[in-house]
């Protein structure tokens, strides 16, 4: 069969591979301590599940609006307003099939052959392969762990050319846990105005942070910048709904409507009950928020001094999400060799850096339980000795 040629460019997900590996070893009866999933290891809280179930008692189980449930457009433009500090309208709003839907729309809608996208060096797994996806040419900036994995303004000045469309900002970021300050945010927004630039900001981790770290939402910082951002987010991090597929972009109508129209033609609407179940995330109690906060809290305490006491390893503490990004250099081992043999002999799941574009990290996640991590913690110290 000769497969379109947009398809043979993409390879398959690194993250997963890893993953189902560390799940065939578990189906073998071996005790593996997984630090590989990019999900919270809690059940959505019980008001959302109840939203959900009394959408379906009340037989919301028809088509909806493409652009998604008048009523969760309504509630996602008034969170923004009033968290976020961004001025939209229900119009201004679709919700997608996960924030990974949102990101592949308003690529496919905007970015075209030609088209470069800046895109920063690690990144999450999907940016550069949608922008291929779409044909257009993703532009990766690699940047420094002594500038915690952050794009500088003048890194992001000289990646600009006249073929520039996007530039893609990830805060709190996966896969470093970085956060980008508000000066940082600020000085880049300067420069994204300066060069014209659209900037597509995915806040899916916004809420996922730690130590007074503060989010700004980059749109916020003034109307020219606003006039040219999208933003990216969704329900999967802070509410625990992985599995529920709703996520949303916020951006000038123009764009929402396009991504309607190709909405309209490829998934139509997200499933109807589960957004209702997104209506009570937003609009019902913060506080299972809170609880997932505190036990993120303690557990990355806990991996950040496990790996401060393994002399080979080292990391920039994280303020945000829930992970940390492992500088693995000092062992001489690229990361993909690294992360399968720690696999293989000590039976821990972690992703190599490699997936994110960086071969000298490894990253591992923090959404799993003490024991696991205290467990897994001792192992990597003895695979880490034995090299
Ligand atoms: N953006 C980032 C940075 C992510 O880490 C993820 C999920 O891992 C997504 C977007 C997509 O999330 P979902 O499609 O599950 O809402």
Redesign the pocket.
């Known amino acids: 069969m000769k497969l379109a040629q947009r398809v043979t460019k993409v390879p398959a997900s690194m993250t997963l591979a890893i993953s189902a590996k560390a799940k065939a070893m578990k189906a073998e009866g071996l005790d593996v301590c997984s630090f590989s999933a ?2 919270p290891d809690f059940q959505t809280p019980e008001h959302i599940k109840e939203a959900a179930k009394r959408a379906l008692d009340e037989g919301k189980t028809r088509y909806g609006p493409a652009a998604g449930e008048p009523k969760l457009r309504e509630a996602i433009a008034k969170k923004l307003q009033i968290n976020n500090r961004l001025n939209y309208e229900s119009s201004n709003i679709i919700v ?8 592949f729309n308003l690529i496919l809608a905007l970015i075209e052959t030609g088209d470069e996208v800046i895109i920063p060096v690690p990144y ?4 550069p392969e949608m922008v291929k996806l779409a044909e257009g040419t993703p532009v990766l900036v690699p940047t420094e762990a002594s500038n915690g994995y952050k794009i500088t303004p003048e890194q992001l000045r000289k990646a600009t050319t006249s073929k520039s469309k996007l530039f893609v900002l ?1 805060s709190p ?3 470093t846990g970085m956060v980008y300050s508000p000066a940082e945010i600020r000085a880049l927004a300067e420069v994204i105005v300066e060069k014209d630039l659209w900037v597509v900001s ?1 806040e ?2 916004e809420k996922i942070l730690y130590d007074g770290a503060e989010h700004l939402s980059i749109g916020a910082v003034n109307p020219d910048v606003f006039s040219r951002t999208i933003i ?6 802070s509410y625990a ?2 599995g529920w ?3 949303y972009t916020a951006a000038p109508v123009e764009l929402i409507k396009a991504m309607t129209r190709i909405q309209g033609h490829s998934t139509s609407n997200v499933c109807t009950f589960a957004q209702y179940g997104a209506i009570a995330a937003l609009e019902g109690s913060q506080e299972p928020l809170k609880i997932m906060l505190e036990a993120f809290t303690e557990r990355r305490r806990f991996i950040l001094d496990g790996i401060a006491a393994i002399p080979t390893l080292s990391c920039p503490q994280p303020n945000g ?1 829930f992970y940390v990004y492992i500088n693995i250099g000092e062992t001489g081992m690229n990361s993909r060799d690294f992360c399968n043999l720690l696999l293989d002999r000590h039976h821990v799941a972690a992703v190599p850096g490699i997936a994110f574009g960086s071969d000298r990290e490894i990253r591992m996640s923090y959404a799993t339980d003490l024991t696991s991590i205290e467990k897994g913690l001792e192992r990597l110290e003895k695979f880490v000795a034995s090299l």
């Open positions: 990019g999900e997608t099939n996960g924030g990974k839907q949102s990101l999450w797994v999907s940016y990830n970021s996966n896969p995915d899916i981790y990216s987010n969704g329900f999967a991090k709904m992985t597929r709703v996520g999400a």
